[in-house]
Structures are given as structure tokens and as C-alpha cells.
């Protein structure tokens, strides 16, 4: 029987079951528990949005509330996890990684090359990524290219409830940092999801629907947006190949290139800023590796190259919609109706 | 027998003068073998203020971490990183504690609780604070410390931390090694309060302020803080006076000190002939055995420089290994 939970219920099972399983797993972060020290009661927030809320009755004093200071905090996570702990750290909106940005680029992921591979640093941050909240320029972006960009990094951006908990448990067990970008507006997404523990292996991408005429390839929120492209599109004939990256580093460069051998067309949707992009990423790559296979150029779904407007008219413009989708395959099909 | 006026046995004296030594030699031979271009890259040298790295080491074991600088060779000595292996790294050999791969600025040994010589001015406080939750949580009463100057003590991640350890009482020691000079700028131009103690006060942090060239006065503080911390007295902040008698890095000219600084400093101020003069006046030790040691040390160094020009480079397949543990 289905089973169906939230994104954020997803995220807050997986938190639960592994600090069950290993002691060594600890969360830190603002308000992940909310009300320290405050006369009123105690786990009165579980994070700004509700994500972590009850796990402080389960786990006591393995959640710590954290001043607001993310690089003390962030870093003291990744000192941790190179002192044999597995931090779990909250950055809230990955959008405040400029006030810590060093801890992470400079110190986490580079320590174990840095040190001749003696180092291992088990740290996940977690961090609400993405527009549609009304949340205006500096809580909203999708920075995953720039973590993506850094060697020592891997990079998860689940798309769904039954992945979040999956990418998470992997996350927690990995021994490199990662950073675990959480769409703030599929928290409330609900899928079937087990209640026992399961890992998805990163560098796995996943079909979520198979198709013939054209590769769409999304992660995050741009899933559910090029699924509904397809829908319309199955309606004029073309068949669209649908592909979850679901881990932007490491990144499965096999499943897309071989869809594309199939269909011969790519559009790649991306939430993020258009240049130097996970969009110009995969279509590079895909330019170099199948360009025998390609039928007509790649098309790009992204961002404008601007901040994340405020005003709901201008925010819904900002993120690549359905409807973008549909029309960028029709650029790869030509201005005939439907695919060879 | 004559009376032992030191708090350390004769034994521990002579091991300390060593580790002086041993930082010496190996920033006095760096600056020789960095001139003849055969070492890659930058070289901060630590020579002047070895009495800081050793006095406080003298109290640490392979449980306690550090976090140290760009500056970070006489800590890694005085925490036990291997003098050899030190040399390969700053070579940028395949035998060096990295394996080449980090060079003077990365050196780390976590065996030994070195968390890593660090390009990143104030960057090792935030992480010393995970090292002391992590041994706070283990319950191993192990303790961290992190080592800045007296510019880095000037960024947000050292005030950042020092009021996350006051508050979750971590077993953190934040040492300030104050040598006057934040690469040219002096403290005096960019530090506003006169003593970094005063910061320590405005985080609720005990501080104490010594003469950084003094051991004797390094050992006994450090001894005390370190101690309470250990007990779950919580953190505090220790400023060394210092002296740094090379310039910023290898090549600084040092035009922006004053005329005849370093010959005053080292005539004056040099934590070894301090040391050597209160231990042998006391009759514990003789210029002869300082004399042994200071021949055991040079046979050292030369040794490790040598082993080192002579190692091999990393192979061309070293470049893209260690990026992860898996990918």
C-alpha cells in the first residue's frame, strides 16, 4: 500500500533513522531546534520551515542550535567531521553561503587532496535552494553551479520525496562533504515512500519517463516542470525522454548521453543562472560526446542572467516554466508538428 | 644536586630546547635553500617565535588538535610532524606528508593532531571549534587549539568562533601570536585595542597576554589554560608576545621595519639564547649538552634536506587522485 509522504517529512525520516543508526551523526544549525534558551518551549520551530521539528524530542542534545555566525558554525561542522563525527549542518537558504563561503570551497573540500589523501571530512550542509516563495533576491537562488564547479564537492538536488530521503541517508553515510540542496518549493510534494531505510547512490540518474523524440534533463523543481512539459507534448505527437540528474557532482554522464543516442534532440532545464550553468554543462558536454547523434542544436531552458525578482508577476516569469520547455523542443523539432 | 627552579625535569628542558632547535635550524636552513630557488612557491618562516609553538606544545598529546597558519612549520615540529617528511612536502616531493600535494602552506598531520598549516588567515578557528565539539561529545578530554597572528585575529571567523566556544564551553584555546606585523601592516595601524585580551573580555573568554620570546612564561600560562579546558573549564585566549625575524614570506625585503629591528630582535629577543642563558645560570643544564643537541639538530636538517632534494616528484597520476574518497 502506498505510503505517501512529504519532501520535508522525507528529509526529517532520513535525519531520524540515521541518527538512530550512528552516534556520531549530529545536526547543527539556526533554529533547527528554535526556542534555546528562550523561556518558552523548547523545539518550538524545528527550522525556519518545519524540517527538523521533533527530532530534538528523539535526540536531545545531538541537535544544536547554532548563534547566527555561519562560518564559526559551518566550519566547526567540518572541523568536526575531520575529527572522526558525521555533522549534519543546516545552512537555512544556500543563499548565505557568501558569509562562509571559505569554510566550505577552501577548507572542506580541499582537505583531503590538499593532504595527500590522508583527510576524510563526512560533512553534509543542508540548504533550501530555489524561487516561488515570494522570498525576492537573496533567498531564492539556485547556486548549485557554483558548488558544482569545486573539486572535493558533491552536489544533490533531490526532485521528490521518495529521493530526498533516499540522496539523504547516502549523504549522511558518504565520507566527502556535500552539499544538499533542498527545493524549498516541493516541500509539500508528496510521494510513495518506504518506511525503512534505503541509500540512492549518487552519479545515478533516473529516467522518470522514458520517450523517443527528445531528451529533456532537469533536476529539483525543472523535473516536475519538464514532466508537465512532456504531458503537452505527448498531445502533439512528440515523445519526451524525461531525466532526473538528481546529483549534479558527480554528475551520470552516461544515462544522458545514451538517451540523446536515442533521440537525437536535448533540451536541458536549469533553475539556475544561465551562464556556466549545469545547462551549458550538459550541453557541452553532450555537443562533444554524441554530436553524431544530435538532429539539431541543443536548446537551454535556464534563469535570465538576473537576480530573483520580488513581485510574484516578475518571480513567475524568473523560473523556467512549462511552457518555455515546450517551446525550446520545438526549436530542436523545427516548425513541424512532431518528431521524425 | 643542584635545585631545579624550572617547572619541567631536566629531561623536559633539554627535550623543549630541542624542539627550539629543531624550528630554528629548519626555518635558518629555508631561508638558505629558498635563495638558491630550488623550493617552489611561498615560504612564511616561524623563526623567532619558536618559544610560542613549543611552550604550548609541551602540553599536548596525539588526542589534542591544532589548527594552525600559513606560518605553520614550527607549529607542526613542536606537535610531532615528522622533520623529513616536512621537508619532501615543502620540496614538493612524493615523500612529503603530503605527498606534494600541499606544500608549506597545507602541511598536515591528523595522526598527530595537526589539522593543517592553512592559506586561509583565520580560518582554523571555526574548525578548532569542531575539533572541540567533537572531543566533547567523545568525552576523550582531549582539547584544540588554534594559532593566529595578529592580522588574522582581525577576521569575523576568529570572533565568530570565539563566541561559539564561550558559548557551548568548548574546549577551545585561541592563541594569538602577536609578532607586530600582519604581513607590513603593523598592529599598532590595524588593531584598535592595545592588548587582544580586551577582545577576550568582550566575548566572556578569560585571556592572559605574555612575552611571547619568554618560554618559561609561555609553558606556565598555556599550562594553566590548557588544564582548565581540559577539565571542562572552557575556552580562552592566550597572546604571545612574538618576534618574527624574517620578513613576511621568503623574497620581503622588510623595508617597512624599523632600521636595525632584526639585529635588535635577535640580539635581544631570541627565545633560544633566553632559554639557554636561564637554564644553564640555574646549573641544570650545560653548554655542553645544548652544544650536543644543537650538532644532533644541524645533523638533522641537513639530513632532511638532502633526503628531500633527493626524493622523487609525484608521478603525473598523483594530479587527479585524492579529489575523494569516492566519485
Given amino acids: 500500500m502506498a505510503r505517501m509522504i512529504s519532501y520535508k517529512q522525507a528529509i526529517n525520516e532520513a535525519l531520524d533513522l540515521e541518527m538512530r543508526r550512528d552516534p556520531t551523526v549530529i545536526l547543527l544549525g539556526e533554529d533547527i531546534v528554535g526556542g534555546a534558551g528562550a523561556p518558552g518551549e523548547m523545539d518550538a520551530w524545528g527550522g525556519v520551515l518545519g524540517v527538523t521539528k521533533g527530532l530534538h524530542a528523539k535526540h536531545g542534545n ?73 522570498a525576492a533576491a537573496q533567498h531564492s537562488q539556485m547556486l548549485t553551479p557554483l558548488f558544482t564547479h569545486i573539486p572535493g564537492l558533491k552536489v544533490v538536488c533531490p526532485s521528490n520525496a521518495y529521493d530526498a530521503k533516499g540522496l539523504l541517508i547516502q549523504a549522511i553515510r558518504d565520507d566527502d562533504p556535500v552539499i544538499f540542496c533542498e527545493h524549498k518549493a516541493l516541500y509539500g510534494s508528496e510521494a510513495d515512500v518506504p518506511e525503512e531505510s534505503y541509500a540512492i547512490p549518487f552519479g545515478e540518474a533516473n529516467i522518470v519517463r522514458d520517450g523517443k523524440d527528445v531528451t529533456l534533463v532537469g533536476y529539483g523543481l525543472t523535473v516536475p516542470r519538464a514532466l508537465a512539459a512532456a504531458d503537452t507534448l505527448a498531445r502533439s505527437g512528440i515523445s519526451a525522454e524525461v531525466i532526473d540528474l538528481r546529483t549534479l557532482s558527480p554528475i551520470d554522464w552516461d544515462t544522458v548521453i545514451e538517451s540523446v543516442e536515442n533521440t537525437g534532440r536535448l533540451v536541458v532545464i536549469d533553475e539556475a543562472n544561465p551562464r556556466c550553468s549545469l545547462a551549458t554543462d550538459v550541453a557541452a558536454y553532450v555537443a562533444q560526446h554524441a554530436f553524431g547523434a544530435l538532429k539539431a542544436a541543443p536548446q537551454m531552458v535556464t534563469a535570465p542572467h538576473t537576480p530573483v525578482p520580488f513581485s510574484p508577476a516578475l518571480e513567475d516569469l524568473y523560473i523556467p516554466s512549462a511552457e518555455a520547455i515546450v517551446a525550446a523542443v520545438h526549436k530542436t523539432t523545427g516548425p513541424v508538428k512532431s518528431a521524425a | 644536586m643542584t635545585n631545579n627552579p624550572f617547572p619541567l625535569s631536566r629531561d623536559d628542558l633539554l627535550t623543549a630546547y630541542r624542539t627550539m632547535r629543531t624550528i630554528r635550524d629548519f626555518e635558518e636552513r629555508l631561508h638558505v635553500e629558498f635563495a638558491k630557488g630550488d623550493i ?91 575539533a572541540g565539539l567533537a572531543a566533547k561529545f567523545r568525552g576523550d578530554g582531549g582539547v584544540g587549539l588554534t594559532f593566529f597572528g595578529d592580522g588574522a585575529a582581525n577576521q569575523g571567523t576568529v570572533l565568530e568562533s570565539m563566541n561559539l566556544a564561550a558559548i557551548w564551553n568548548l574546549p577551545v584555546i585561541f592563541v594569538v601570536e602577536n609578532n607586530g606585523y600582519a604581513e607590513s601592516t603593523s598592529v599598532e595601524y590595524a588593531t584598535a585595542v592595545d592588548s587582544y585580551v580586551d577582545r577576550a573580555a568582550g566575548f566572556g573568554l578569560p585571556g592572559v597576554t605574555v612575552d611571547g620570546t619568554d618560554f618559561f612564561a609561555v609553558y606556565e600560562a598555556a599550562g594553566e589554560i590548557i588544564k582548565r579546558a581540559r577539565e571542562g573549564g572552557g575556552p580562552a ?42 637554564v644553564t645560570a640555574a646549573g641544570i643544564v650545560a653548554d655542553a649538552d645544548l652544544a650536543l643537541i644543537d650538532r644532533e639538530v644541524a645533523a638533522l636538517i641537513d639530513d632532511a634536506v638532502e633526503t628531500a632534494k633527493g626524493a622523487p616528484l609525484p608521478g603525473p597520476r598523483e594530479l587527479t587522485t585524492d579529489v575523494y574518497v569516492s566519485y
Fill in chain 2, 237 to 278: 585566549l592566550l597572546e604571545c608576545k612574538t618576534v618574527r625575524f624574517f620578513g613576511h614570506f621568503e623574497g620581503d625585503a622588510q623595508t617597512y621595519k624599523a632600521k636595525g629591528e632584526n639585529e635588535h630582535n635577535r640580539a635581544h629577543r631570541d627565545c633560544l639564547k633566553l632559554f639557554g642563558a636561564r
Fill in chain 2, 40 to 130: 617552489p612557491g611561498f615560504v612564511h618562516l616561524y623563526a623567532g617565535e619558536e618559544a610560542c609553538a613549543t611552550g604550548i606544545m609541551m602540553h599536548l598529546t596525539d588526542i589534542d588538535r591544532i589548527a594552525s597558519t600559513h606560518r605553520g612549520h614550527g607549529h607542526c615540529i613542536a606537535k610531532g610532524v615528522d622533520v623529513h617528511e616536512m621537508m619532501g612536502e615543502i620540496y614538493g616531493k612524493a615523500t612529503g606528508c603530503c605527498r606534494g600535494k600541499g606544500g608549506s602552506m597545507h602541511i598536515a598531520d591528523l595522526s598527530k593532531g595537526m589539522m593543517g598549516a592553512n592559506g586561509i588567515l583565520g580560518a582554523g578557528a571555526p574548525l578548532i571549534c569542531g
Fill in chain 1, 62 to 134: 545531538r541537535l544544536m542550535d547554532t548563534p547566527l555566525s555561519e562560518s564559526a558554525y559551518i566550519g566547526a561542522a567540518i572541523g568536526a567531521a575531520a575529527c572522526g563525527m558525521r555533522p549534519v549542518a543546516e545552512l537555512m537558504f544556500l543563499d548565505f553561503m557568501g558569509v562562509c563561503f571559505d569554510q566550505i570551497f577552501n577548507q572542506a573540500a580541499k582537505f583531503k587532496y590538499m593532504f595527500g589523501g590522508k583527510a576524510k571530512t563526512p560533512v553534509v550542509i543542508r540548504a533550501m535552494v530555489g524561487a516561488g516563495f515570494r
